[in-house]
Nanobody, 123 residues
């Protein structure tokens, strides 16, 4: 089985910063894209940022210039990070980690989700 475990969420004032982490564990052979999505109450889940195994990143329009995604591909880590600066109240949401994983015994990649971590930005 594969697990994605997020950490780093919390409450912060507008203009502040938070760093989210997501560690993938289990019988992993390879991970392709990893990313962060978010979902606010009553809204659809949306892409925040994603990064390929080669380090190419793309961002949602609302976070460009404020958020930075990065990853550590070492097998002992398999971790993706999201550095969030200049936070705004509209960034308040549950943030979910996502990864395309090839398990050690599998022949195709499967998409996995973390359980989510709450980010709340007060005005």
């Amino acid at each position: 089985q594969v697990q994605l475990v997020e950490s780093g969420g919390g409450l912060v004032q507008a203009g502040g910063s938070l760093r989210l982490s997501c560690a993938a564990s289990g019988s992993i052979f390879k991970i392709n894209a990893m990313g962060w999505y978010r979902q606010a109450p009553g809204q659809q889940r949306e892409l925040v940022a994603a990064i390929t195994s080669g380090g190419r990143a793309n961002y949602g329009d609302s976070v460009k210039g404020r958020f930075t995604i990065s990853r550590d591909n070492a097998k002992s880590k398999n971790t993706v990070y999201l550095q969030m600066n200049g936070l705004k109240p509209e960034d308040t949401a549950v943030y979910y980690c996502n990864a395309d994983v090839l398990r050690a015994t599998a022949v195709r990649f499967v998409n996995y989700w973390g359980q989510g971590t709450q980010v709340t930005v007060s005005s």
